[in-house]
């Protein structure tokens, strides 16, 4: 299961970024994860469960927005609903969204300055 290595990439990030700012633990993370992401969301929010023990995101539940694909024309850049290709220009469309997998937000308790 790739979402393992995933989820241990998504966690040394959280704790770069909060050990940059001094953080004393991290209170809530949300991610952005494409339906073309290749990700199963449930899959991940398991391997988050587990992997989380013991690290600055133990008590930090991981919040997943879930992005819906989107197309559009790469030539005049026209969103297509249902189509792969532009009923204007007739060129293959392009995805605009919807493969990404993001760490969007991360929500920290840091010590007064």
């Known amino acids: 299961m790739h979402e393992y290595s995933i989820v241990q ?8 970024e909060a050990a940059a700012r ?3 633990r ?11 992401s290749g ?6 929010a398991t391997a988050y469960e587990t992997f ?6 133990e008590s930090a539940p991981m919040e ?3 992005v819906a694909a989107a197309w559009a024309c790469r030539r005049c850049a ?3 609903v249902g189509a792969r290709r532009c009923p204007e220009c007739d060129v293959p469309a392009t995805l605009v969204a919807g493969d990404e997998i993001v760490l969007s937000r991360i929500e920290m ?3 007064d300055v």
């Open 9 to 16: 990439a998504l966690l040394e990030r959280v704790e770069q």
């Open 22 to 24: 001094g953080a004393r």
């Open 26 to 36: 991290v209170v809530r993370l949300w991610v952005r994860l494409g339906e073309l």
């Open 39 to 44: 990700v199963e969301p449930e899959l991940l």
């Open 52 to 57: 989380r023990e013991r690290t600055l995101c």
């Open 64 to 66: 997943l927005d879930r």
């Open 78 to 80: 026209r969103p297509l």
């Open 109 to 111: 308790e840091v010590p």
